[in-house]
């Protein structure tokens, strides 16, 4: 039995769970969020709980489960408390500036990188080195955080790029000179 699909998912006062069919639809105080769970997987609301159930023992099924259970406590929790991604830049000149709700990077290429947030998505920024993704989607937030990182990865030589706070960067070492030169 699943250990993750088993735990009953808490939820909090203001936040209204509806199940129709295999659609799960979670409306909280930062927005609504709405998604079609696969497989055969039961979702039931009791009270101020929502438990996940599998049908069966088969592959499919136990594979699943763990998963739906994870889906639904994380759109629970990002319509009552969000999530947040945060990035740091590193690299002489590299800097971020917000204008409007729009993103400018400024990272050793030629032109500055506008990134307009989808809906649902905002951006801080502090200072210049650091930027926060926002928003009440795991999926999104992760997926605009990953592409503002591969706008320029964290270098091995010098550590320079973007890069995930508290991530660390393997470091090698630079060109040696030549052995045995006089």
Do not use: W
């Amino acid at each position: 039995m699943s250990r993750i699909g088993r735990k009953p998912i808490v939820v909090p006062s203001g936040v209204k769970v509806d199940v129709s069919g295999r659609t799960v639809t979670v409306t909280g105080p930062k927005g609504t969020l709405k998604r079609d769970l696969p497989g055969a997987i039961v979702v039931a609301v009791s009270g101020d709980s929502v438990n996940v159930t599998r049908p069966s023992d088969s592959k499919t099924d136990r594979s699943l489960h763990g998963l739906c259970r994870t889906l639904v406590a994380n759109m629970v929790e990002g319509v009552s408390t969000g999530f947040r991604k945060n990035l740091e830049i590193n690299g002489v000149g590299y800097r971020a500036a917000k204008s409007g709700n729009k993103l400018t990077l400024a990272l050793g290429y030629s032109h500055p990188i506008e990134i307009v947030p989808p809906a649902g998505i905002s951006f801080e920024v502090d200072g210049q080195t650091k930027v926060s993704v926002i928003g009440y989607d795991k999926e999104a937030v992760g997926q605009i955080a990953a592409e503002i990182r591969s706008l320029r990865k964290p270098e091995p030589y010098k550590g320079k790029g973007i890069k995930y706070e508290g991530e660390t960067v393997r470091r090698k070492a630079g060109k040696a000179g030549k052995v045995g030169a006089k």
